[in-house]
């Protein structure tokens, strides 16, 4: 059993793509260091909607991977992967319209008070 893991982990090593691994730590890197100076130069609701939309983003992509090793097929892994960032970026969107319009809100009501 144990010899037919290691030549199973072999096969996928030698079939994955390491140039789509390196691009993704250098995406995550440049996403690391546009967090930083968004901390800095942002206001906060969009900062709530850009954490909201990287915390997502990085969990649906090891989501994705994992389904996608478990049934070894890359296009669902492609296909799974951008479905799920639509669906993330649409609802990140959304979260942070509402948040900011009912932050714009309160600070209206608060100038009559």
Do not use: E, G, K, W
Not at 29 to 52: C, E, G, K, M
């Amino acid at each position: 059993f144990v010899h037919i893991v290691r030549s199973l982990i072999r096969t996928y090593i030698r079939t994955y793509d390491h140039s789509f691994v390196r691009s993704f730590v250098r995406s995550f890197l440049r996403t690391l260091f546009v967090r930083l100076l968004v901390r800095t130069y942002v206001p906060s609701f969009v900062r709530t909607y850009i954490h909201s939309f990287v915390h997502s983003y990085v969990r649906t992509f090891i989501r994705s991977i994992v389904h996608s090793y478990v049934r070894t097929n890359i296009r669902t892994l492609v296909r799974s992967f951008i479905h799920m960032s639509v669906q993330i970026y649409v609802h990140s969107f959304a979260r942070s319209f509402v948040c900011s319009f009912v932050s714009s809100f309160i600070s209206f009501v608060r100038s009559f008070v």
